[in-house]
């Protein structure tokens, strides 16, 4: 009896290696998407409901807090009814959930790509897909400026004079000068560093001087960044924190939802963030003809010719461990997302993406507009090398500094810190991530 006992224990655990990875199928197909974007929230639970209702199958969408995707993914993940979507930010993301990417090489979804480019590949393996091409850069109320345009006294008197990093910081200080005549508080708004906010300055702002370093040593990735135009960031960083509606000593307080408030109630002129920063509540208080949006420049040589900054971050991943069932039930899901009227639709006016798919519709966000007409400018766009950045554990490190030089009198010394966090701590966290 004993021996009948082991072998089938060893039995039974031959059985779990070859399958225990794998959820249990219950025959009954469900979709769970793990979405990482807190402010389309609303607008993917409605989708999922639609989809629900003309199919039957149930699509649950959970969003994770902003600046908490990748705990609430490692906590997820492991769980007994794990989500069958989730994302990762690029092909740095995508090192540490590969093992548990489906292969999308054969799926339908993968054909609507209008672009191989638009995935991520491990070999002949599809991993994941981009689902939105988004662009940022700094945001402006049009009605202030042109109040300010028409001062007698106005150091800027037209946009079409600002097109590098002197210019833009002659309009920056000269509205700060004048915040009491043009009735505001500040040129920016505030440029705060919680979790909700500060990746706009340790990831979005930072992208610059990496981009621009690719850009002189003609790669796309390096295990040791050399921080060459990392006193380029330093001088952006000091315009935002000099010229704003609050001091720097209270940025560490200060949420994404302060800076959006700040701008949509006429009290900052400039706001950087990006497309998807547009949506009802904009278009009430502003008006689509109300916002436009710059380049960040930061003084590199040739910027005059810059573009906005564009790319994605946002790649989905089928997790290869759910049920048979549920994998196909999220494919199905996602081909009907990227194909079908309800979906395109909803993603272009409701959530205003541009999706990098066959059957995109336009969007009618005025941002994503001025994004094109830059294109249609000649300007070159920047792209989004942020997406090589090692770790999470780097940008942390980098934030932390960004905020200590800020509320510690922007020295030279604590300036030291943040290109310490940004060069040395790139080559830790590289080597790290492939130790």
Known sequence: MKRILSVLCIVAMLLCLGGCNRMQDDGKASVYYLN?????????????????????????????????????????????????????????????WMDYCYDLSGSEVYTHLTDEDFALKEGDQVLGIAYVLETY??????????????????????????????????????IQSKKETLGIQGAFTSSGMDASSDWRFKTHLANLPIYYEYME??????????????????????????????????????????????????????????????????EEKLGADNVGMLPIYIGAEGEEAQGLCTGSENYWCVNKNASETDIQATLDFLNWVVTSETGTKTLAEDM??????????????????????????????????????????????????????????????????????????WKTEHDKANS
């Open 217 to 282: 040593n003609d790669i796309t990735s390096t295990s040791a960044i050399k921080g060459t135009y990392l006193d380029h960031y330093r001088q952006v960083w000091d315009l935002y924190l000099n010229n704003a509606t609050c001091a720097p000593t209270e940025i560490g307080a200060k949420t994404e939802d302060d800076a959006k408030n700040e701008f949509l109630n006429g009290q900052a002129v400039f706001y950087q963030n990006g497309t998807w920063a547009w949506d009802e509540t904009m």
């Open 36 to 96: 990482f974007k807190p402010e389309q929230d609303d607008e993917w639970k409605a989708l999922a409901k639609a989809y629900t209702d003309e199919t039957g199958v149930e699509v649950t969408v959970v969003t994770a807090a902003s600046g908490d995707y990748e705990d609430t993914l490692g906590a997820e993940i492991v769980k007994s009814n794990p989500p069958t979507l989730f994302q990762v930010n690029g092909p740095v993301g995508l090192s540490g």
């Open 352 to 425: 205003g993406f541009v999706i990098p798919f066959e059957n995109a519709q336009n969007s009618t966000n005025p941002l994503i507009k001025e994004a094109q007409s830059y294109l249609d400018a000649g300007k070159n766009p920047v792209s989004w090398s942020f997406s090589t950045i090692p770790s999470d554990q780097w940008k942390s490190g980098v934030g932390s500094a960004l905020l200590a030089y800020a509320q510690g009198g922007a020295t030279d010394d604590l300036w030291e810190m943040v290109k310490s966090s940004f060069v040395e701590g």
């Open 137 to 174: 850069g700094i945001i402006y109320n049009k009605s202030i400026l042109d109040k300010y345009f028409a001062l007698p006294d106005a150091q800027i008197t037209s946009l079409n004079q600002v097109n590098n990093f002197e210019s833009f910081k002659t309009l920056v200080t000269d």
